[in-house]
Antibody, heavy 121, light 108 residues
């Protein structure tokens, strides 16, 4: 079935970086944009950024421009999210989600299960 | 950036009642690229409505979306016990994509 499976929970120290993965299956990976969304404990959803099907164009929310990197590996049907210079404010559940296809603008119809990232000294 | 403001923050209703949730955009949403999601505790969001009014696959017909321009509405015609959770609207037209702050539907 169509699904996104994310890597496991992470605990990082302030100032460190974290790199999460999201593996797709059950559909043609290389025709869909992929996005990352985070949710701090008890808070709402926050779009972080997206990457195009070819992996050569990314779009980031302004607040993450300086420290967010999205990449994708078509051979592994996997998208990666790396966030650097972590602070306690980055403690959140991070979700990957499938977005638009190359032909059709689409909402996020498939979501990963979420990965908890805890930033603590 | 399109800012989405959802209201009310919390809606207290009884099972079987009708819920009306609002999402107001700071500028006109071109192409009606407005979606609604439902999120249950401990779960990822689930797409309910896209294109302002099109139900996603498998979504019951008690959920409906309407609106255009800057004002959008999610209506749940008859609340079931599993509907008492949080709902988010989202603009997905062009970067930056944005979410509203969410509306919680709680049991009265």
């Amino acid at each position: 079935q169509v699904q996104l499976v994310q890597s496991g929970a992470e605990v990082q120290k302030p100032g460190a970086s974290v790199k999460l993965s999201c593996q797709a299956s059950g559909y043609t990976f290389n025709i869909y944009y992929m996005h990352w969304v985070r949710q701090a404990p008890g808070q709402g959803l926050e779009w972080m950024g997206g990457i195009n099907p070819g992996g050569d164009t990314t779009s980031y929310a302004q607040k993450f421009q300086a420290r967010l990197t999205l990449t994708r590996d078509t051979s592994r049907s996997t998208v990666y999210m790396e966030l650097s210079s972590l602070t306690s404010d980055d403690t959140s559940v991070y979700y990957c989600a499938r977005g638009s296809s190359v032909t059709t603008r689409r909402a996020f119809d498939i979501w990963g299960q979420g990965t908890m990232v805890t930033v603590s000294s | 950036e399109i800012v989405l403001t959802q209201s009310p923050g919390t809606l207290s209703l009884s099972p079987g009642e009708r819920a009306t949730l609002s999402c107001r955009a700071s500028q006109s949403v071109s192409g009606s690229y407005l979606a609604w999601y439902q999120q249950k505790p401990g779960q990822a969001p689930r797409l309910l409505i896209s294109g302002a009014s099109s139900r996603a696959t498998g979504i019951p017909d008690r959920f409906s979306g309407s609106g255009s321009g800057t004002d959008f509405t999610l209506t749940i015609s008859r609340l079931e016990p599993e509907d008492f959770v949080v709902y988010y609207c989202q603009y997905y037209g062009s970067s930056p994509l944005t979410f509203g702050g969410g509306s919680k539907v709680e049991i009265k």
